[in-house]
């Protein structure tokens, strides 16, 4: 049985809205960073972490990778965005392959430079977004992204202490 080539729906995504379903399976990274970052930090060390997350998400709400561009990675130089980024380096990959399951050629460079820039310009959710509506057909797995992305963030956080944490935002501002 032949099957018939998936249908894409492709369009320019301009600057999406987070489609209520995929933001309910899709983690804010931003969130699940502070949910890690703060224990043992005092209030105002938890404000200030707060704010530097905050201040970085784009219109939508969602976090945009591109934020953390300029996030150096050694030493605590950088205060504890670095972490992020650390945190979020496997994200490309992941995202990518998800969107582009199933697909080869042309079609599958497309879709992966597209969810790509999407994660980076306005987050993990509108890229997810835009790809289900691209590949209606594909079926794809929302939950199983979202326990990936959140399965990756957890190893990549792995050997970082709550103490290294506290020590980069002591150190972040002077």
């Given at each position: 049985m032949l099957e018939s080539p998936e249908e894409l729906h492709l369009f320019e995504p301009g600057t999406l809205t987070v489609a209520p379903h995929v933001a309910e399976e899709i983690p804010d990274v931003g969130q699940y960073f502070l949910d890690w970052a703060v224990q043992g930090l005092n209030a105002a060390q938890v404000r200030e972490v707060e704010a530097a997350i905050n201040g970085r998400r784009c219109q939508n709400g969602w976090f945009p990778l591109e934020s953390l561009d300029n996030i150096g990675s050694r030493g605590f130089w950088r205060g504890p965005l670095t972490y992020l980024a650390r945190m979020t380096a496997d994200d490309g990959s992941i995202v990518q392959e998800w969107a582009s399951s199933r697909l080869d050629g042309e079609r599958r460079r497309r879709i992966e430079a597209t969810a790509n820039h999407l994660l980076f310009q306005q987050g993990h959710a509108a890229a997810a977004t835009w790809v289900m509506a691209v590949r209606p057909q594909a079926y794809l797995n929302l939950p199983e992204l979202g326990d990936r992305l959140a399965a990756t963030w957890e190893l990549n956080l792995g050997s970082i202490r709550p103490?290294?944490?506290?020590?980069?935002?002591?150190?972040?501002?002077r």
């Open positions: 103490k290294d944490v506290a020590k980069a935002v002591r150190r972040w501002n």
